[in-house]
């Protein structure tokens, strides 16, 4: 049990990231709107079917969050999650935020996921220390010395990444004793240089100068980890990334592995092929029962964080490679449906009504 002290403490800052987070996610759904031209009209279909099924919750969403949700399919389900109400209440309350940045430091995954094929880790910073790939602690100096003998490698933020951010591509026409140091001086601390992942041809054929992802959010309820949603994010041709914000694509990932006929680009239009050609239909995971396997495994140790997206690659060999994962995931609602989809009354319960759950993170 906490102190008084500390609780108040906590409290005060929970409140604030979730004031944050809720006023975030308000601001980027107007600006999606407005892109979207209004979205779907659904004034009278929002007062018949939302407003009744939210009120047992004491709950009234915003019209706005259905005129999105709704636009694509119009298949009218009031059960659609908020993006404020999932950032700002529903995944504070099932993943502790008070673990989040220690618990998703990369340079941590080879002690948290032991079994699991990781990218190669060349060095790493935790808090302002230096180590190897199997934490002996080593000097700057000789950290970039075990750089200086790569052929390629990235160097990524630990914690607090994602989209790409600040992640710096080393080859034959960068990989220098000054440019390596200054860019270790950028990041300051806490980051981590890993070797490139080969991945499967059949990704490859999607785009080869990113590396293609499986993204798969996984809910840990009631004894059981279910899968919510799954989706394969395909990188812009010449991007190193894969995130759609720098012009990628998303598509569902179907259970046997294959890929739905539409994905969505960053303008939030649903195409059915890149703009390169290339068809969402047809295309195959391989490995993705794997994957699947693999993050039911896992998550099942992690309790403090019970909704979790993780990221894998598929290499060369077939075998799935672990890349990140996120405590505070996206919703994926937009290419996947009801980000709880038959789950959401008994979710909505639980967060508004039963808490049973109110003190695990006592």
């Known amino acids: 049990m906490r102190s008084g002290v500390r609780k108040k403490i906590d409290d005060f800052n929970f409140f604030m990231e979730s004031t944050f987070r809720k006023h975030k996610a308000r601001k980027s759904a107007k600006l999606r709107l407005k892109r979207m031209n209004g979205g779907y009209d659904c004034t009278e279909d929002y007062k018949k079917i939302v407003i009744p099924y939210w009120k047992k919750y004491g709950l009234k969403p915003a019209k706005m969050w259905y005129q999105i949700f709704w636009d694509r399919s119009h298949d009218l389900d009031p059960r659609y999650i908020p993006d404020d109400l999932f950032y700002g209440v529903i995944v504070p309350y099932f993943s502790n935020p008070q673990f989040r940045r220690f618990g998703e430091d990369k340079c941590l995954h080879s002690v948290w996921f032991r079994d699991i094929k990781r990218p190669r880790t060349i060095i790493m910073n935790i808090a302002s220390v230096y180590y190897d790939a199997d ?15 790569e052929n390629k490698f990235m160097l990524k933020p630990s ?20 440019i390596i140091s200054q860019a270790f001086d950028d990041l300051k601390a806490n980051f981590i240089a890993q070797d490139f992942v080969k991945q499967h041809a059949l990704l490859n054929e999607l785009n080869e100068s990113s ?6 959010i996984s809910f840990f309820f009631k004894g059981k980890v279910h899968i919510l949603s799954s989706i394969l994010r395909i990188g812009a041709k010449g991007a190193r990334v894969d995130n759609i914000g720098a012009g990628g694509y998303a598509c569902v990932i179907n259970p046997d592995g294959t890929l739905q006929e539409k994905g969505v680009n960053r303008k939030a239009e ?3 092929k890149t703009d390169e050609g290339i068809e969402f239909k ?6 993705f029962d794997k994957v699947i396997e693999i993050v039911k495994n896992e998550h099942r140790k992690l ?6 997206g993780w990221d894998f690659s598929i290499d060369e060999s077939g075998d799935p490679v672990f890349i990140e994962y996120n405590v505070t995931p996206g919703a994926n609602q ?28 006592n």
Not at 135 to 148: G, S
Not at 159 to 178: A, C, P
Not at 211 to 216: D, E, G, I, S
Not at 343 to 358: A, G, N, P, R, S
């Open 282 to 287: 047809g295309r195959f995971v391989p490995s």
């Open 334 to 361: 937009i290419t996947f449906g009801p980000t709880f989809g038959d789950l959401t009354d008994e979710v909505l319960e639980e967060v508004f009504i039963t808490k049973t759950l109110q003190y695990s993170q």
């Open 211 to 216: 590396l293609n992802t499986v993204r798969v």
């Open 270 to 272: 649903w195409i059915e």
């Open 135 to 149: 934490f002996n602690p080593i000097t700057k100096e000789e950290a970039v010395d075990i750089c200086l003998k």
């Open 159 to 178: 914690i607090d990444s994602g989209e790409g951010r600040l992640i710096t591509f080393f080859d034959e026409n960068n990989i220098k004793k000054e």
């Open 303 to 308: 309790a403090h964080f019970k909704l979790i």
